[in-house]
T-cell receptor, first 117, second 116 residues
Framework: DGGITQSPKYLFRKEGQNVTLSCEQN?????MYWYRQDPGQGLRLIYY?????DFQKGDIAEGYSVSREKKESFPLTVTSAQKNPTAFYLC???????WGTGGQKLFFGSGTQLSVL | SQKIEQNSEALNIQEGKTATLTCNYT??????LQWYRQDPGRGPVFLLL?????KEKRKERLKVTFDTTLKQSLFHITASQPADSATYLC???????????????FGTGTRLQVTL
């Protein structure tokens, strides 16, 4: 079955530690996204990638880093510079990046809950 | 400032009734609007997309309206069932007033609870 796989489902971070959240898709989609979801807030965009080897910062990129070396993979690293990392992290993909020009539905993974020890 | 507002309080309705959820926005000029369903601990699932030049879109028991004058979208679920209980998110693809690049921006969602 095609889809987006996020792992792990739950992740705990110690003080000063960097952690990496995995996101893999087998939908052959060009565009991939990372969102953060906090209780009572809408999804906030962290980073997005329109195509392999390219990515742009979203609204809340500070303290996060990404890479897009393969079309299928878009891992997110939460660095020690992110002082409030506890949240539900969602990875998504779309066939192509068309914001503002035509509309593309997003396919989401099942999320990773990150907590601080 | 730009805002997307959905009812923050849960909407409780009886099985078989029509559920109506609202999405209001200010200081956006959306090219299109999307609705997603999210179950607890899961990622959102796309339901419907409606463009700025469309007034209404239907899919099975779902209906979405889009009024760019009122700056509002309504999401209806007819003949609601307990399985429809979830949080529903609206998302706008729009430029802000300052003409910044378009992006997909999500509302906070409305939790729907359908009871027997």
């Amino acid at each position: 079955d095609g889809g987006i796989t996020q792992s792990p489902k739950y992740l705990f971070r110690k003080e000063g530690q960097n952690v990496t959240l995995s996101c893999e898709q087998n939908l052959n989609h060009d565009a991939m996204y990372w969102y953060r979801q906090d209780p009572g807030q809408g999804l906030r965009l962290i980073y997005y990638s329109q195509i392999v080897n390219d990515f742009q910062k979203g609204d809340i990129a500070e303290g996060y880093s990404v890479s897009r070396e393969k079309k299928e993979s878009f891992p997110l690293t939460v660095t020690s510079a992110q002082k409030n990392p506890t949240a539900f992290y969602l990875c998504a993909s779309s066939i192509e990046f068309r914001w503002g020009t035509g509309g593309q539905k997003l396919f989401f993974g099942s999320g990773t809950q990150l907590s601080v020890l | 400032s730009q805002k997307i507002e959905q009812n923050s309080e849960a909407l409780n309705i009886q099985e078989g009734k029509t559920a109506t959820l609202t999405c209001n926005y200010t200081n956006y000029s959306p090219a299109y609007l999307q609705w997603y369903r999210q179950d607890p601990g899961r990622g959102p699932v796309f339901l419907l997309l409606i463009r700025e030049n469309e007034k209404e879109k239907r899919k099975e028991r779902l209906k979405v309206t889009f009024d760019t004058t009122l700056k509002q979208s309504l999401f209806h679920i007819t003949a609601s069932q307990p399985a429809d209980s979830a949080t529903y998110l609206c998302a706008l693809d729009a430029r802000g007033e300052t003409g910044t690049a378009s992006k997909l921006t999500f509302g906070t969602g409305t939790r729907l609870q359908v009871t027997l």
